[in-house]
């Protein structure tokens, strides 16, 4: 057991099942009968951030950390609706600090007292421009994600590890018990969720495996884990230690797909890591892909195009199917905001762009 009290949240980590962890080997898991992605719109609201991670090239210092206007939003969301997007995600760095004085004046001057009634502006942006929100802004409170969950329709945030790693170093240190606390809220609110694990930033073997025990038996207690990403950290302007090589990423992948149950998939990002080599590990999804945008947290590597997708599925000898932000079982079972449901349902475009993909086979 280990737990992180300080933050109202206990995370319950068998020993005995950590070991059976760190005995799993590829061989050990079955490939995905089929892959799946969903077409998205990047969106990167703010860069401010109030940590500084060593591996992070998506913050930017007070004084040159940008917030994108409401009619930026709009642009940016009406491409991803013409190229056929269904998700507008939303990234912003935690909560701005008060070193971000900038940031806090034109949210004011925009009519806005937080980053969070700023997001929630522009998720109903992202709908009417025929896009489903789904957000990324790092740590909430319960009181922040309430304030836009209804209006997405999933959420999302990286646990990375629960060690405490060099990498998250600094004034403001990222806390897993925070990360944690974020997640259990999720699960508190019913929002559909997606979280993962960062590979190589100073975890070890045990660190990895309790990760994903933890995210295992938060969503055993709350059923709202749609995915669990298994990102490798890659190299750029601020991280010049390396990546892991593909023989651990195998392992780690292997040990997500035995660690998680069937109903949460295992993402691999095919502009991060090497998933041709992954799909035997039990990866079967591939995340959101922008055929518009660029992946402005790590932007020296390309989205893949669809044919790349599809060559992917072709070396794994499975279907590709293209996918809503929302898993499928969270519509059937009832999860979902009014607003969300209206938009699904909706006698438009948009709707019947969304509805096609769940009746697709």
């Known amino acids: 057991m280990f737990?992180?009290?300080?933050?109202?949240?206990?995370?319950?980590?068998?020993?005995?099942d950590v070991e059976r962890l760190l005995a799993v080997r590829p061989r050990d898991v079955e490939s995905a009968p089929a892959l799946s992605y969903a077409r998205n719109v990047f969106v990167p609201l703010t860069t401010a951030c109030r940590y500084t991670c060593t591996y992070c090239t998506y913050y930017d210092p007070p004084g040159e950390a940008e917030?994108?206007?409401?009619?930026?939003?709009?642009?940016?969301?009406?491409?991803g609706a013409d190229a056929g997007c269904t998700e507008a995600l939303f990234t912003f760095g935690d909560d701005p600090?008060?070193?971000?004085d900038r940031i806090h004046s034109q949210l004011e001057a925009w009519g806005h007292d937080s980053i969070h009634s700023y997001l929630r502006a522009a998720c109903e942006i992202a709908l009417?421009?025929?896009?489903?929100?789904?957000?990324?802004?790092?740590?909430?409170?319960?009181?922040?994600?309430?304030?836009?969950?209804?209006?997405?329709?999933?959420?999302?945030?990286?646990?990375?590890?629960?060690?405490?790693?060099?990498?998250?170093?600094?004034?403001?240190?990222?806390?897993?018990?925070?990360?944690?606390?974020t997640i259990a809220t999720a699960g508190e609110l019913a929002v559909p969720f997606t979280t993962g694990i960062l590979v190589g930033v100073g975890e070890d073997w045990r660190d990895r495996a309790e990760s994903l025990l933890a995210i295992r038996d938060l969503h055993d207690r709350y059923g709202?884990?749609?995915?669990?990403?298994?990102?490798?950290?890659?190299?750029?302007?601020?991280?010049?230690?390396?990546?892991?090589?593909?023989?651990?990423?195998?392992?780690?992948?292997?040990?997500?797909?035995?660690?998680?149950?069937?109903?949460?998939?295992?993402?691999?990002?095919?502009?991060l890591a090497p998933v041709r080599e992954l799909l035997d590990c039990g990866v079967d999804d591939l995340g959101g892909v922008s055929p518009v945008t660029d992946d402005h947290i790590n932007p020296g590597y390309a989205w893949p195009e669809l044919r790349e997708l599809e060559e992917i599925a072709a070396v794994g000898d499975v279907p590709l199917d293209e996918r809503l932000p929302v898993h499928e079982r969270y519509l059937a079972e009832g999860w979902l905001s009014p607003r969300i449901e209206e938009a699904i349902d909706g006698d438009d475009d948009a709707g019947r762009r969304y509805r096609a993909l769940l009746a697709a086979p």
């Open 97 to 100: 600090d008060d070193r971000y």
């Open 224 to 271: 709202h884990v749609q995915e669990v990403i298994v990102q490798p950290v890659v190299e750029n302007d601020r991280w010049q230690r390396g990546s892991p090589d593909v023989e651990t990423l195998r392992q780690v992948t292997a040990m997500a797909s035995a660690a998680l149950p069937d109903d949460v998939s295992v993402q691999s990002p095919p502009n």
């Open 128 to 181: 009417d421009c025929g896009l489903l929100p789904h957000s990324n802004p790092g740590d909430q409170t319960r009181e922040q994600m309430a304030l836009v969950a209804d209006v997405n329709a999933s959420m999302g945030v990286m646990l990375e590890t629960t060690a405490d790693v060099r990498a998250h170093s600094g004034t403001r240190r990222k806390e897993p018990g925070q990360r944690l606390r």
């Open 67 to 79: 917030l994108l206007a409401p009619e930026a939003v709009r642009e940016i969301c009406e491409r």
């Open 3 to 16: 737990g992180a009290s300080e933050y109202g949240v206990e995370v319950s980590v068998d020993e005995a």
